[in-house]
């Protein structure tokens, strides 16, 4: 066992964990944040994105011994006070949402991107979301989403 501390959703936190379990399963199991969805767990889909240090990972891929000293931000924390995060308001209100599993994933990607390039272009927003795979949506209303939270769409 191995002792890590990092930032999780804006608080610090410790977690007693092996190397080799991944961030996923330590969200998941030890933190109870099960708004990170596990899909492929080989970093195909994106369903399990959080951001990392300011990048979209896949968590699936990211093992406990290298979050030390790392800030990590889940679907979870998105949410303040009660008031959903403007990416989420923005999935919502544009139907980007359909079966949901992807979209916590959907929204972290969308998210990173926008802390990064407030004002993306369409191909930017794209290029964001290409490790998130939609079965249902077609991603229409998911590049929609998130113009509107760039602050191209209808206001929020």
């Given at each position: 066992m191995e002792k890590i501390r990092f930032i999780l959703n804006n608080s610090p936190v410790t977690a007693?964990?092996?190397?080799n379990e991944r961030l996923l399963d330590l969200l998941r199991n030890t933190?109870?944040?099960t708004g990170t969805?596990?899909?492929c767990g080989q970093g195909e889909c994106g369903a399990c994105?959080?951001?990392?240090?300011?990048?979209?990972?896949?968590?699936?891929?990211?093992m406990a011994g290298q979050l030390e000293g790392s800030s990590i931000?889940?679907?979870?924390?998105?949410?303040k006070?009660?008031?959903?995060?403007?990416?989420?308001?923005?999935f919502i209100e544009t139907g980007a949402i359909q079966c949901g599993y992807c979209t916590p994933g959907m929204i972290m990607s969308v998210k990173a991107?926008?802390?990064?390039?407030?004002?993306?272009?369409?191909?930017?927003?794209?290029e964001a979301i290409e490790g998130n795979?939609?079965?249902c949506t077609g991603y229409h209303k998911i590049i929609e989403a998130a113009e509107k939270a760039a602050g191209r769409g209808i206001d929020l």
């Open positions: 007693d964990t092996e190397p933190f109870h944040l969805k596990e899909g994105t959080v951001i990392m240090d300011g990048q979209a990972v896949d968590s699936c891929l990211v931000l889940t679907i979870e924390g998105l949410e006070d009660g008031i959903l995060d403007v990416v989420q308001k923005a991107l926008l802390m990064r390039v407030p004002n993306p272009s369409a191909e930017e927003i794209k795979l939609c079965r």
